[in-house]
Protein backbone atom coordinates (compact mmCIF):
# COMPACT_ATOMS: atom_id res chain seq x y z
CA UNK A 1 0.00 0.00 0.00
CA UNK A 2 2.99 2.28 0.76
CA UNK A 3 4.14 1.81 -2.56
CA UNK A 4 0.81 2.56 -4.10
CA UNK A 5 0.75 5.61 -2.65
CA UNK A 6 3.91 6.35 -3.29
CA UNK A 7 3.19 5.92 -7.12
CA UNK A 8 0.22 7.90 -6.73
CA UNK A 9 2.41 10.30 -5.32
CA UNK A 10 4.51 10.69 -8.17
CA UNK A 11 2.06 10.12 -10.78
CA UNK A 12 -0.11 13.37 -9.51
CA UNK A 13 3.07 14.53 -8.91
CA UNK A 14 4.80 14.43 -12.47
CA UNK A 15 1.44 14.22 -14.53
CA UNK A 16 -1.03 15.85 -12.48
CA UNK A 17 -2.78 13.00 -12.24
CA UNK A 18 -3.60 10.26 -10.09
CA UNK A 19 -4.53 6.85 -12.34
CA UNK A 20 -3.11 5.28 -15.78
CA UNK A 21 -5.90 4.60 -18.09
CA UNK A 22 -3.74 1.27 -18.63
CA UNK A 23 -6.27 0.69 -21.80
CA UNK A 24 -8.61 -1.11 -20.30
CA UNK A 25 -11.11 1.27 -20.89
CA UNK A 26 -11.98 2.46 -17.69
CA UNK A 27 -12.00 6.29 -18.53
CA UNK A 28 -13.69 6.28 -21.36
CA UNK A 29 -17.03 8.77 -21.45
CA UNK A 30 -15.50 10.66 -19.07
CA UNK A 31 -16.70 8.42 -16.42
CA UNK A 32 -14.45 8.69 -13.82
CA UNK A 33 -15.31 5.96 -11.27
CA UNK A 34 -13.00 3.81 -13.17
CA UNK A 35 -13.56 1.01 -11.23
CA UNK A 36 -13.26 2.93 -8.21
CA UNK A 37 -9.76 2.14 -8.25
CA UNK A 38 -8.48 5.50 -7.90
CA UNK A 39 -9.57 8.45 -5.97
CA UNK A 40 -9.77 9.94 -9.25
CA UNK A 41 -11.02 13.29 -8.32
CA UNK A 42 -11.01 15.60 -10.75
CA UNK A 43 -8.76 13.96 -12.87
CA UNK A 44 -10.24 12.45 -15.80
CA UNK A 45 -10.68 15.85 -17.45
CA UNK A 46 -10.41 16.19 -20.99
CA UNK A 47 -8.89 12.56 -21.57
CA UNK A 48 -5.46 13.55 -20.49
CA UNK A 49 -5.02 10.58 -18.30
CA UNK A 50 -1.50 8.74 -17.87
CA UNK A 51 -0.36 5.78 -19.39
CA UNK A 52 0.72 2.84 -17.53
CA UNK A 53 4.69 2.82 -17.16
CA UNK A 54 6.01 -0.59 -16.83
CA UNK A 55 9.09 -1.46 -15.80
CA UNK A 56 11.49 -4.25 -17.21
CA UNK A 57 9.90 -7.76 -17.19
CA UNK A 58 11.02 -10.12 -14.77
CA UNK A 59 11.35 -13.36 -14.39
CA UNK A 60 8.62 -15.23 -11.78
CA UNK A 61 8.88 -18.22 -12.52
CA UNK A 62 11.58 -20.00 -14.60
CA UNK A 63 10.18 -22.62 -17.38
CA UNK A 64 11.02 -25.96 -17.09
CA UNK A 65 10.83 -28.90 -19.85
CA UNK A 66 6.99 -29.80 -18.76
CA UNK A 67 5.72 -26.31 -17.52
CA UNK A 68 5.47 -23.02 -19.23
CA UNK A 69 7.26 -20.27 -16.81
CA UNK A 70 6.13 -16.83 -16.12
CA UNK A 71 7.14 -13.46 -16.73
CA UNK A 72 5.85 -10.19 -14.98
CA UNK A 73 6.16 -6.25 -15.18
CA UNK A 74 4.89 -4.13 -12.70
CA UNK A 75 3.69 -0.20 -13.64
CA UNK A 76 5.63 2.53 -11.73
CA UNK A 77 2.68 4.19 -11.63
CA UNK A 78 -0.04 2.43 -10.37
CA UNK A 79 1.44 -1.21 -9.71
CA UNK A 80 -0.25 -2.87 -11.69
CA UNK A 81 1.47 -5.90 -13.12
CA UNK A 82 1.32 -7.52 -16.15
CA UNK A 83 2.23 -11.17 -16.84
CA UNK A 84 3.22 -13.54 -19.73
CA UNK A 85 3.88 -16.96 -19.88
CA UNK A 86 7.71 -18.80 -21.17
CA UNK A 87 7.20 -21.14 -23.02
CA UNK A 88 8.34 -24.62 -22.08
CA UNK A 89 12.27 -25.06 -21.68
CA UNK A 90 13.77 -27.76 -24.26
CA UNK A 91 16.13 -27.52 -21.39
CA UNK A 92 15.96 -31.22 -19.07
CA UNK A 93 17.68 -31.45 -15.74
CA UNK A 94 19.53 -34.41 -15.90
CA UNK A 95 19.26 -36.12 -12.17
CA UNK A 96 21.89 -39.07 -10.89
CA UNK A 97 22.98 -42.05 -13.02
CA UNK A 98 20.53 -45.17 -12.14
CA UNK A 99 21.44 -48.28 -13.57
CA UNK A 100 23.50 -46.71 -16.60
CA UNK A 101 20.13 -44.16 -17.24
CA UNK A 102 20.46 -40.71 -16.23
CA UNK A 103 16.99 -39.36 -16.56
CA UNK A 104 15.10 -35.92 -16.43
CA UNK A 105 14.81 -35.03 -12.35
CA UNK A 106 11.43 -32.58 -13.76
CA UNK A 107 9.79 -35.02 -16.86
CA UNK A 108 11.46 -38.15 -16.23
CA UNK A 109 12.73 -38.33 -20.67
CA UNK A 110 15.71 -40.71 -20.84
CA UNK A 111 18.59 -38.25 -21.20
CA UNK A 112 21.65 -40.32 -21.25
CA UNK A 113 21.69 -44.12 -21.84
CA UNK A 114 25.29 -45.78 -20.51
CA UNK A 115 23.99 -49.07 -20.16
CA UNK A 116 26.77 -51.25 -22.22
CA UNK A 117 24.98 -52.96 -25.44
CA UNK A 118 24.98 -56.78 -26.02
CA UNK A 119 27.02 -59.01 -28.90
CA UNK A 120 25.74 -62.55 -29.60
CA UNK A 121 27.58 -64.56 -31.69
CA UNK A 122 26.22 -67.54 -32.66
CA UNK A 123 27.27 -70.67 -34.15
CA UNK A 124 25.70 -73.66 -35.76
CA UNK A 125 22.39 -72.42 -33.71
CA UNK A 126 24.44 -72.24 -30.20
CA UNK A 127 25.30 -68.98 -28.51
CA UNK A 128 29.08 -69.35 -28.35
CA UNK A 129 30.01 -65.95 -26.91
CA UNK A 130 28.17 -62.74 -25.44
CA UNK A 131 29.70 -59.51 -24.58
CA UNK A 132 28.80 -56.74 -22.91
CA UNK A 133 30.21 -53.84 -23.59
CA UNK A 134 30.56 -49.69 -23.44
CA UNK A 135 29.74 -47.76 -26.81
CA UNK A 136 33.20 -47.42 -28.19
CA UNK A 137 34.67 -50.43 -26.83
CA UNK A 138 36.58 -52.74 -28.96
CA UNK A 139 34.49 -55.73 -29.99
CA UNK A 140 36.91 -58.97 -30.39
CA UNK A 141 34.65 -61.68 -32.42
CA UNK A 142 35.56 -65.31 -31.03
CA UNK A 143 37.54 -67.72 -33.25
CA UNK A 144 37.36 -71.66 -33.49
CA UNK A 145 40.59 -71.54 -32.06
CA UNK A 146 44.12 -72.56 -34.17
CA UNK A 147 44.39 -70.66 -37.28
CA UNK A 148 40.53 -70.96 -37.68
CA UNK A 149 38.24 -68.45 -38.29
CA UNK A 150 34.34 -68.13 -38.67
CA UNK A 151 32.80 -66.14 -41.27
CA UNK A 152 30.03 -64.02 -39.58
CA UNK A 153 26.41 -63.07 -41.25
CA UNK A 154 27.81 -59.84 -41.81
CA UNK A 155 30.93 -57.94 -41.33
CA UNK A 156 31.80 -57.62 -36.73
CA UNK A 157 32.50 -53.98 -36.23
CA UNK A 158 35.83 -53.22 -34.72
CA UNK A 159 34.38 -50.77 -32.06
CA UNK A 160 30.94 -50.99 -30.28
CA UNK A 161 27.98 -49.38 -31.55
CA UNK A 162 24.94 -47.52 -29.02
CA UNK A 163 22.97 -51.05 -29.90
CA UNK A 164 22.64 -54.36 -29.38
CA UNK A 165 24.47 -56.89 -32.45
CA UNK A 166 23.97 -60.46 -32.92
CA UNK A 167 26.31 -62.36 -35.55
CA UNK A 168 25.54 -65.30 -36.75
CA UNK A 169 28.55 -67.83 -38.09
CA UNK A 170 27.48 -68.62 -41.75
CA UNK A 171 30.84 -70.66 -42.20
CA UNK A 172 33.63 -71.93 -40.22
CA UNK A 173 37.25 -72.69 -42.25
CA UNK A 174 40.81 -72.24 -42.10
CA UNK A 175 43.81 -73.49 -43.70
CA UNK A 176 44.18 -76.65 -45.49
CA UNK A 177 48.12 -76.60 -46.09
CA UNK A 178 49.92 -73.56 -48.21
CA UNK A 179 47.67 -71.43 -49.30
CA UNK A 180 44.77 -73.65 -49.81
CA UNK A 181 41.88 -73.21 -47.75
CA UNK A 182 38.83 -75.01 -46.60
CA UNK A 183 35.27 -73.72 -45.55
CA UNK A 184 32.49 -75.48 -44.39
CA UNK A 185 28.80 -73.76 -44.41
CA UNK A 186 26.91 -75.49 -41.80
CA UNK A 187 24.51 -77.26 -44.23
CA UNK A 188 26.51 -79.45 -45.68
CA UNK A 189 29.05 -77.85 -48.44
CA UNK A 190 32.74 -77.94 -48.11
CA UNK A 191 34.60 -75.70 -50.03
CA UNK A 192 38.25 -75.91 -50.68
CA UNK A 193 39.58 -72.29 -51.81
CA UNK A 194 43.30 -70.76 -52.50
CA UNK A 195 46.24 -72.26 -54.55
CA UNK A 196 48.45 -74.29 -54.52
CA UNK A 197 48.83 -78.09 -52.83
CA UNK A 198 46.97 -79.51 -49.93
CA UNK A 199 48.69 -81.05 -47.35
CA UNK A 200 48.30 -84.74 -46.18
CA UNK A 201 46.00 -85.51 -43.73
CA UNK A 202 45.11 -89.14 -41.61
CA UNK A 203 42.06 -90.69 -41.42
CA UNK A 204 40.99 -88.13 -38.97
CA UNK A 205 42.63 -85.19 -39.08
CA UNK A 206 40.81 -83.33 -41.78
CA UNK A 207 39.84 -80.03 -39.85
CA UNK A 208 36.46 -80.39 -41.37
CA UNK A 209 36.29 -84.06 -39.80
CA UNK A 210 33.91 -82.68 -37.00
CA UNK A 211 31.22 -82.56 -40.33
CA UNK A 212 32.23 -85.66 -41.84
CA UNK A 213 28.68 -87.18 -41.32
CA UNK A 214 26.81 -84.00 -42.82
CA UNK A 215 28.86 -83.08 -45.98
CA UNK A 216 26.91 -83.50 -48.96
CA UNK A 217 28.51 -81.22 -51.74
CA UNK A 218 32.20 -80.27 -52.17
CA UNK A 219 33.53 -77.99 -54.25
CA UNK A 220 37.26 -77.81 -54.98
CA UNK A 221 38.89 -74.58 -56.51
CA UNK A 222 40.36 -74.45 -60.26
CA UNK A 223 43.80 -73.38 -58.55
CA UNK A 224 44.27 -76.36 -56.37
CA UNK A 225 47.27 -78.24 -57.54
CA UNK A 226 47.08 -81.21 -55.51
CA UNK A 227 44.65 -83.06 -53.11
CA UNK A 228 46.14 -84.01 -49.99
CA UNK A 229 45.96 -88.08 -48.98
CA UNK A 230 42.91 -89.41 -47.04
CA UNK A 231 42.01 -85.50 -47.53
CA UNK A 232 37.63 -86.36 -48.24
CA UNK A 233 38.12 -89.58 -46.49
CA UNK A 234 35.21 -91.28 -45.47
CA UNK A 235 32.28 -88.40 -46.40
CA UNK A 236 29.99 -90.28 -46.51
CA UNK A 237 27.16 -88.38 -47.44
CA UNK A 238 28.95 -86.81 -50.50
CA UNK A 239 27.46 -88.04 -53.92
CA UNK A 240 29.12 -86.22 -56.42
CA UNK A 241 32.01 -83.94 -57.15
CA UNK A 242 33.89 -82.33 -59.66
CA UNK A 243 37.38 -81.90 -59.83
CA UNK A 244 38.84 -78.71 -61.54
CA UNK A 245 41.56 -79.12 -64.31
CA UNK A 246 44.32 -77.02 -62.15
CA UNK A 247 44.23 -80.79 -60.16
CA UNK A 248 47.30 -82.53 -61.14
CA UNK A 249 47.71 -85.09 -58.46
CA UNK A 250 45.04 -86.68 -56.05
CA UNK A 251 46.80 -88.23 -53.36
CA UNK A 252 46.46 -92.05 -51.84
CA UNK A 253 42.71 -92.50 -50.17
CA UNK A 254 41.31 -89.00 -51.24
CA UNK A 255 37.83 -90.50 -51.52
CA UNK A 256 38.12 -93.56 -50.40
CA UNK A 257 35.27 -94.79 -48.39
CA UNK A 258 32.90 -92.07 -49.64
CA UNK A 259 29.98 -94.59 -49.01
CA UNK A 260 27.34 -92.47 -51.30
CA UNK A 261 29.57 -91.19 -53.94
CA UNK A 262 28.33 -91.69 -57.45
CA UNK A 263 29.58 -89.43 -59.94
CA UNK A 264 33.34 -88.08 -59.82
CA UNK A 265 34.77 -85.86 -63.00
CA UNK A 266 38.58 -85.87 -63.28
CA UNK A 267 39.90 -82.64 -64.19
CA UNK A 268 42.25 -82.38 -67.64
CA UNK A 269 45.01 -81.33 -65.98
CA UNK A 270 45.54 -84.94 -63.96
CA UNK A 271 49.04 -86.36 -64.04
CA UNK A 272 48.90 -88.70 -61.32
CA UNK A 273 45.89 -90.54 -59.26
CA UNK A 274 47.30 -92.19 -55.75
CA UNK A 275 46.66 -95.66 -54.31
CA UNK A 276 43.54 -96.67 -53.89
CA UNK A 277 41.54 -93.19 -54.32
CA UNK A 278 38.24 -94.31 -54.53
CA UNK A 279 38.43 -97.50 -52.84
CA UNK A 280 35.24 -98.59 -50.55
CA UNK A 281 33.43 -95.95 -52.34
CA UNK A 282 31.27 -98.59 -53.26
CA UNK A 283 28.59 -97.37 -54.93
CA UNK A 284 30.53 -95.39 -57.39
CA UNK A 285 28.72 -95.42 -60.70
CA UNK A 286 30.18 -92.87 -62.82
CA UNK A 287 33.74 -91.65 -63.52
CA UNK A 288 33.77 -89.28 -66.27
CA UNK A 289 37.52 -88.33 -67.85
CA UNK A 290 38.04 -85.19 -69.02
CA UNK A 291 41.49 -84.17 -71.35
CA UNK A 292 44.02 -86.51 -72.49
CA UNK A 293 44.05 -89.35 -70.25
CA UNK A 294 47.88 -88.96 -69.73
CA UNK A 295 47.68 -89.99 -66.47
CA UNK A 296 48.97 -92.66 -63.49
CA UNK A 297 47.15 -94.25 -60.99
CA UNK A 298 48.19 -96.89 -58.58
CA UNK A 299 46.50 -99.74 -57.58
CA UNK A 300 46.07 -100.27 -54.27
CA UNK A 301 46.45 -104.63 -54.02
CA UNK A 302 49.68 -104.69 -56.14
CA UNK A 303 50.97 -101.02 -56.20
CA UNK A 304 51.99 -100.88 -59.40
CA UNK A 305 51.30 -97.84 -61.30
CA UNK A 306 48.86 -98.05 -63.79
CA UNK A 307 49.36 -95.39 -66.70
CA UNK A 308 46.50 -94.76 -68.45
CA UNK A 309 46.42 -94.41 -72.12
CA UNK A 310 43.80 -94.59 -75.14
CA UNK A 311 45.31 -97.61 -76.03
CA UNK A 312 42.64 -99.44 -73.11
CA UNK A 313 40.95 -97.26 -71.39
CA UNK A 314 38.44 -99.10 -69.99
CA UNK A 315 40.57 -101.93 -69.17
CA UNK A 316 42.90 -99.20 -67.17
CA UNK A 317 39.80 -97.67 -65.47
CA UNK A 318 38.46 -101.03 -64.23
CA UNK A 319 41.66 -101.85 -62.81
CA UNK A 320 41.38 -98.27 -60.86
CA UNK A 321 37.35 -98.40 -59.67
CA UNK A 322 38.01 -102.76 -59.14
CA UNK A 323 37.74 -101.69 -55.51
CA UNK A 324 34.95 -100.22 -55.79
CA UNK A 325 32.85 -102.88 -57.54
CA UNK A 326 31.42 -99.97 -59.45
CA UNK A 327 29.59 -100.14 -63.10
CA UNK A 328 32.24 -98.07 -64.86
CA UNK A 329 30.95 -94.99 -67.15
CA UNK A 330 32.76 -92.29 -68.48
CA UNK A 331 32.57 -89.76 -70.98
CA UNK A 332 35.34 -88.23 -72.55
CA UNK A 333 35.73 -84.77 -74.48
CA UNK A 334 36.94 -86.26 -77.76
CA UNK A 335 34.29 -88.91 -77.76
CA UNK A 336 36.83 -92.06 -77.51
CA UNK A 337 35.09 -93.72 -74.50
ZN1 LIG B 1 -0.10 2.47 -14.14
ZN1 LIG C 1 12.81 -32.86 -18.52
Same mark, same amino acid.
Given at each position: ?????? !???????? !??????? /????????????? =????? =?????????????? *? =??? #????????? %????????????????????????????????? $??????????? &????????????????? @???????? /??? @????????????????????????????????? +? $???? /?? %???????????????????????? #????????????????????????? /????? *????????????????? +???????????????????????????? *?????? &??? &? #????? !?????????????????????????? +?? &?????????????????
Amino acid at each position: MKKIVL !LLVVCLLS !LGLVACN /GGQGGNEGGSTEG =GGSTD =GGGSTDGGAVCAHT *F =GEW #TTAEEATCN %KEGKQVRVCTKCSEEEEKAIPESDRHTPGEEQN $GLVRCAVCDAV &LEDNRPHTVTFKVNGTV @IETLSLQE /GEA @ITAPTPGGSQWYVWSSTVPTVMPSRDLVFTAVA +I $GGSA /GG %KTTWEYNFNGKLKIGGTGDMVTFT #TTSQPWHAYKQEITSLEIANGITKI /GKYAF *FDLVKLEKVVIPDSVTW +ISDYAFAACDWIRDITLGAGLIYMGEDV *FVSSYN &LER &L #TVRGT !LNWTAVDGRFSTPITFSKSDPYQNAS +IL &LENCEAKFVTEQADGLW
